[in-house]
C-alpha cells in the first residue's frame, strides 16, 4: 500500500468533504485492486493506480462531489492512469504488447469458474508456489485493504516481518511468472483453506478493527460474508466453507450489541441479547445442524471452522450466559484445540473453563508456558489474565494486567471497556 493509501487507512480525516472520498474509497479498496489486477496483471501496478486514483478523488470530490457511480469513477481513473503509465514506456517491446492487448476490443477469453473479481483475486494470491502465511498476508494487503500494522497483529509478528514477507511473496510472483489466472474446477479444493484463512480474518479485522476510531468495520465484515457465500457455490459440500459461513452469521450476528452506545466494547456476558439477530442465527443455527448432519452421515472429521461455528452456536442458543451449557462449549474446544492446537484456542478454552470449574483453574491454564509464553504481549492474554485475577479478587495484579491489555491495543472500543473494568477494582 503506498504511503497515500496507507494514510487514508490510519488516520481518518475530520473533514467531511475528505472523509467522504476516504470512507467511499474504503469500501471499493478491493473491487478496485481486483479489476485493476485482472487488467493488468500486475500487482504492484495495481496498486499504485488505485493510489494516484485516490489522490485525484481526494482533490476533486470534496468540492464537486462524490460521483453517482464512485467505484466506476475510481476504476476508470486507475486505468487510464495505467494505460498511461504504459505508454510512457512503450520503447519496451513487452509495455509496448501489454498496451496493445489493453486497447484491444476483442472478446476477453472466459475467467473460468470463479465470476467475481475479488473471490478471483483471493485464489490467485493463494497460488501453491507462495508460502501459507505469505497468501494469507498478501491478499489481506491487496484485496482487504488492511495495512502492514493491521496484517501484522493479525499473524501476531513485527511488522517490519510482515512487510518483508509481503515484499517477498509479491517479487516471487513476478519472477517466477505465476499467472494471474482463475484456477480450474478441480484445483478450487487445494486453494480453499488459504481462501478461507484469508476470509475469516478480513471479517476478524472488521468485526474487532485492530486500530482507529471506528472500532466496527461493517464494509469488512459484510464483504467477507459475500465471499464466503460465493464460495459456498462454487464448493457447496465442503464443510469448511460452510462451517465458516456459519461461525461469521453468528457472530455477525451481535455486532449491534457489540459497541455500546458510548463507544465501548460490551463483552458476550454483558450483552443485550434481545438486540442480537434473530434472522441471522437462524441462518447460522441451519448451517451448523447442516453440518452436524453430514459428520453424522458420513463420519468425517469435523475441521477448525465446523467447530468454532459448533461454539458459536451454543453461545447463540442460551437465553443467558448463565443458562449457557459451558460443559459443552468445553468438549469442543477441546476437540477444536486437537486439530488446531494453538496458544490462542488454548487462552479461549481456559475462558470457557473459568466458567464451568472457577477463575483459579482458568487462572493457572491461562499461565502455563504453552500459554503464556507465545501470547506474552498479546492483549488479549492480558485481559484474560486481569478477568480472572479481578473475580479472585486480587485487585492490584488485575489492574496491571489491564494496564498492559490497554497497551496492547488501538481499538477505541476495547480500550474504553478495559479502562471501566480497570477503574472499578477494589485494591487493597
Excluded at 118 to 140: G, K, M, N, S, Y
Excluded at 155 to 175: C, D, W
Aim: charged share 25%; with cysteine; aromatic share 4%.
Amino acid at each position: 500500500m503506498t504511503p497515500v493509501v496507507e494514510e487514508v487507512a490510519q488516520r481518518p480525516s475530520r473533514d467531511p468533504g475528505r472523509a467522504a472520498v476516504e470512507r467511499v474509497f474504503r469500501e471499493e479498496h478491493g473491487r478496485l485492486v481486483a479489476a485493476l489486477v485482472r487488467r493488468f496483471g500486475d500487482l504492484d501496478l495495481a496498486e499504485d493506480m488505485a493510489a494516484e486514483a485516490l489522490v485525484v478523488a481526494l482533490e476533486r470530490w470534496p468540492a464537486d462531489g462524490v460521483p453517482p457511480n464512485p467505484g466506476g469513477w475510481l476504476t476508470t481513473t486507475a486505468a487510464r492512469r495505467g494505460i498511461d503509465r504504459i505508454r510512457r514506456e512503450r520503447q519496451r517491446d513487452a509495455k509496448h504488447q501489454a498496451a496493445a492487448m489493453i486497447e484491444d476490443d476483442t472478446p476477453p477469453e472466459p475467467t473460468g469458474p470463479v465470476e467475481d473479481d475479488r473471490l478471483r483475486l483471493i485464489f490467485t494470491c493463494c497460488h501453491p508456489a507462495l508460502a501459507p502465511e505469505a497468501r494469507v498476508a498478501l491478499t489481506l494487503r491487496m484485496l482487504g485493504g488492511l495495512t502492514v500494522p493491521d496484517i501484522a497483529r493479525a499473524f501476531l509478528v513485527r511488522e517490519t516481518t510482515m512487510g518483508q514477507r509481503i515484499s517477498r511473496a509479491k517479487a516471487k510472483i513476478k519472477a517466477a511468472g505465476i499467472p494471474f489466472r482463475v484456477p480450474s474446477a478441480e484445483d478450487l479444493p487445494e486453494r480453499v483453506s488459504a481462501v478461507l484463512a484469508v476470509i475469516y480474518l478480513v471479517f476478524n479485522e472488521g468485526y474487532l478493527a485492530g486500530a482507529g476510531d471506528d472500532p466496527v468495520s461493517r464494509d469488512l465484515t459484510d464483504e467477507a460474508i459475500r465471499l464466503c457465500r460465493q464460495l459456498r457455490e462454487l464448493l457447496p459440500d465442503d464443510g469448511e466453507v460452510i462451517g465458516l459461513l456459519a461461525l461469521m452469521l453468528l457472530i455477525d450476528a451481535r455486532r449491534a450489541a457489540r459497541v455500546s452506545a458510548s463507544g465501548e466494547l460490551v463483552t458476550l456476558e454483558e450483552q443485550d441479547r434481545g438486540g442480537w439477530d434473530r434472522d441471522l442465527i437462524a441462518a447460522g443455527h441451519a448451517l451448523v445442524r447442516e453440518r452436524i448432519n453430514a459428520v453424522a452421515r458420513t463420519g468425517e472429521r469435523p475441521g477448525p471452522y465446523q467447530l468454532m461455528a459448533a461454539i458459536n452456536a451454543v453461545h447463540t442458543d442460551a437465553p443467558s450466559v448463565r443458562d449457557t451449557d459451558w460443559s459443552q462449549v468445553v468438549a469442543l474446544y477441546d476437540q477444536l484445540y486437537a486439530v488446531q492446537p494453538t496458544p490462542v484456542v488454548a487462552l479461549n478454552r481456559a475462558v470457557a473453563v473459568a466458567e464451568l470449574d472457577g477463575p483459579a483453574v482458568a487462572l493457572a491454564l491461562v499461565d502455563h508456558p504453552a500459554i503464556a509464553v507465545p501470547l506474552e504481549g498479546y492483549h488479549a492474554w492480558h485481559a484474560t489474565r486481569a478477568d480472572l485475577l479481578r473475580r479472585l479478587g486480587r485487585g492490584a495484579e488485575a489492574a496491571r494486567e489491564y494496564d498492559a491489555a490497554i497497551a496492547a491495543t488501538d481499538n477505541s472500543a476495547e480500550r474504553a471497556h478495559l479502562g471501566r473494568r480497570r477503574d472499578q477494582l477494589v485494591i487493597a
